[in-house]
């Protein structure tokens, strides 16, 4: 095919992850070019692209999905994706990621669960096998759910490239900093910072410190979204711009044996190809992975009396068909000044129709003055009672009402909120790591029942309902 300036690059600039530059702002229209010239000026899909390039579209959302929501790339790439031999289910295949929750593969229990800190694996282990389902709900087929997963893993991905096909990765590491090549670019996350994976994106994942862990919150049918500020106003908790999108990077090298696995209704399939699938010389659309660093985060709260509800806290949402109801909140607990007069100040005790799954990338939990360690995790499910351990408890009444304004330092905590109940697996269920004596840490919060004032009038009252 003839193409206009016919150019040869073995690798474009940045082939490493030294000072990698990003694109800023959440939800827009950005393009990248690691060659100038390289995205077609005033049609997406010209004849002959620039560089003789194929031009190749990415939904993330129906073509026909309201233009406020309508979220897709175009991708201007040396070869197009479907140049691959056909998928064949992976072997030996994962068995433990789950997208469609039912009776055969995970269980209900409206028990308070907590996990202690997951060990690293010793035997090599790259990110797709170091990947396991901890609970969800729905399906993937649906459109409609979530799965929690978490990884622990030692090792780089090798001439491979993950793709999932089921839903939008939410990834929080814990430990160790991940080194992501997208189809987009290169994007660079540490502990403390979180990144989007879109639906289909194809990717892999470095792990230049070896040992690693994190938490992902997998999302069906949506995506995330920043949520509204109401009269909080025009900014506040995360901003726009620090949402960061990977500038275009590109290599050409041939690679015969490449796979591509191919995550589809949490099977692994996978596909050979004799190129890189980072083959993306330049792109341009709204569709994009991105990172964003928690402690960008501007909490607000209360100034004055009584504990906010912990949706002030949002970082981004998943919403569902009701207003106000999420699919999938992400909310943090960062550091913070607590201030608020005679009140008790840490998380009330309390059942939520809404089920929480919390982990903690460092330090300490206002709510959990033992047990609760980075890299663990705990769920409390809809309508599962839940709230500060006795030890916080008694902390906090000790401090009584004159305390003064408080840092909470050295913390980070995060929440996958959602309507939907989780269906718990097996695995996660069975786990050495699972805290059975999770309970015991609230069996000590004794009666603290007094009523002096009106002890007879009580007494009436009981006896009449004896
Ligand atoms: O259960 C938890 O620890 C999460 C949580 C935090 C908070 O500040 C208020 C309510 C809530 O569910
Ligand atoms: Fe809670």
Redesign the pocket.
Known sequence: METKNPITVTAAAGGNFENLEYLSGFGNHLSSEAIAGAIPQGQNSPLICPYGLYAEQISGTAFTAPRKHNLRSWLYRIKPSVTHEPFKPRVPGHGKLVTEFNQSNSSATPTQLRWKPVEIPEAPTDFIDGLYTVCGAGSSYLRHGYAIHMYTANKSMEKCAFCNADGDFLIVPQKGRLWITTECGKLQVVPGEIVVIPQGFRFVVDLPDGSSRGYVAEIFGTHFQLPDLGPIGANGLAASRDFLAPVAWFEQSSCPGYTIVQKFGGELFTAKQDFSPFNVVAWHGNYVPYKYDLSNFCPYNTVLFD????SI?TVLTAPTDKPGVALLDF?V?PPRWVVAEHTFR???Y?R?CMS?F?GLIHGG????ADGFLPGGA?L?SCMTP???DTKSYEATIALGNEAGPQKIADTM?F?F?SCLIPRVCPWALECPCMDNDYYQCWIGLKSHFTCEASKEENVELLNGHN
């Open positions: 504990h906010s509800d912990p806290n909310v607990f840490p998380p009330y309390h939520n929480e919390m939990y206002e709510a959990k705990s409390h839940h709230g500060p905590a929440m909120e």
